[in-house]
């Protein structure tokens, strides 16, 4: 499933912050591509080198990465998705702040998970789980726009915030906890950074939101 939009309500302000974050992603992304493996080597985080206070500036440098093209789109497309309406209702500063601690929550996260890695950890999607999970407090009743993968079959059908949102929690948490029993990293993907994200922007959303913005909404907290 991938979701596409929120089809109840749309940003009253331009999402600034969201479409300057993505393009961010996206000149970072072309560094990538056009150096070689030494710009990931010394700007993605290591967990055993973070746990011993080591390089400790590339758990920010490692949320603007990406491990490819679908990591990089499918990332961004979530982004798109979700983090308008919250940026919406926190305001530009207060939404980076919830963005950037949401990311650094997720990488420690990963890194409690396993600290003695040696395996060059990056991308953003621990801070969009942090985005995904305030969205999951404010506005759980939206429905998303989704497209779903059906086998071959291919349709785009609206899923309220709090099933879609609950079952890709569901997902990251159980494919976790089977990646740590079996003392494995999840093959390529941090499990445990998307389960930090979404319990830390659950959790602290409605510190981040301004009452102001909520009363534009017509909303009340």
């Not at 596409?4 to 974050?21: G, K, Y």
């Not at 979530?78 to 939404?95: C, S, T």
């Not at 985005?131 to 071959?152: N, Q, S, Y």
Request: net charge positive; aromatic share 12%; charged share 15%.
């Amino acid at each position: 499933m991938i979701p596409l939009s929120d089809t109840d309500r749309r940003p009253l302000n331009f999402p600034i912050v969201t479409a300057v974050t993505i393009a961010v992603n996206a000149v970072v992304f072309f560094f990538e591509l056009t150096m070689d493996d030494t710009f990931v080597i010394e700007w993605a985080y290591v967990p055993s080198e973070i746990a011993a206070g080591k390089r400790l500036l590339t758990l920010l440098t490692a949320m603007f990465m990406h491990g490819g093209w679908f990591h990089i789109i499918g990332n961004m497309v979530y982004l798109w998705a979700f983090g308008p309406e919250i940026e919406d209702v926190m305001g530009r500063g207060r939404y980076l702040a919830f963005y950037l601690l949401g990311g650094l929550a997720a990488s420690l996260a990963q890194i409690g998970m396993n600290p003695s890695s040696n395996i060059p950890n990056l991308g953003a999607s621990g801070a969009i789980a942090a985005v995904m999970g305030a969205f999951l407090i404010t506005f759980p009743r939206d429905r998303i726009r989704t497209l779903v993968f059906l086998g071959w079959f291919v349709t785009i059908t609206m899923i309220p915030a709090v099933i879609l949102v609950g079952f890709w929690f569901l997902i990251q948490l159980f494919s976790g906890i089977g990646a740590l029993t079996q003392r494995q990293s999840g093959g390529g993907i941090a499990y445990m950074a998307h389960v930090g994200g979404l319990v830390f922007g659950a959790l602290t959303a409605k510190l981040f939101e301004s009452r102001k913005r909520l009363n534009a909404r017509g909303l009340r907290r």
